[in-house]
């Protein structure tokens, strides 16, 4: 999202305290970005992708153990964050 969009998000880590969160809102003021404020909302995704290392070229094996590396490779990612809200 562009910071022309009216619902553009930016995030900041979770564990930010209120005073960080002042910070990077008056730094974000002087740089013309008036339109600003902290809303108090986490937001959260996650992701979980299973892939075979296989399809990617990863074909190396253990030469006396050919099943000492799986071929498939799990992902999983969990995100919790707080949001800005560009007005």
Known sequence: MSLN???AISFV??????????????????????????????LGYSARIVL???TYGVNWSHPKVP????????IEINLITKAIDFQ
């Open 5 to 7: 969009d009216s619902t």
């Open 67 to 74: 099943n000492f590396v799986g071929d498939n490779v799990e």
């Open 13 to 42: 880590p979770p564990d930010d305290s209120k005073k960080i969160l002042e910070r990077e809102l008056k730094a974000a003021h002087r740089a013309g970005l008036n339109d600003l404020e902290i809303v108090d909302r986490d």
């Open 52 to 54: 075979n290392r296989r």
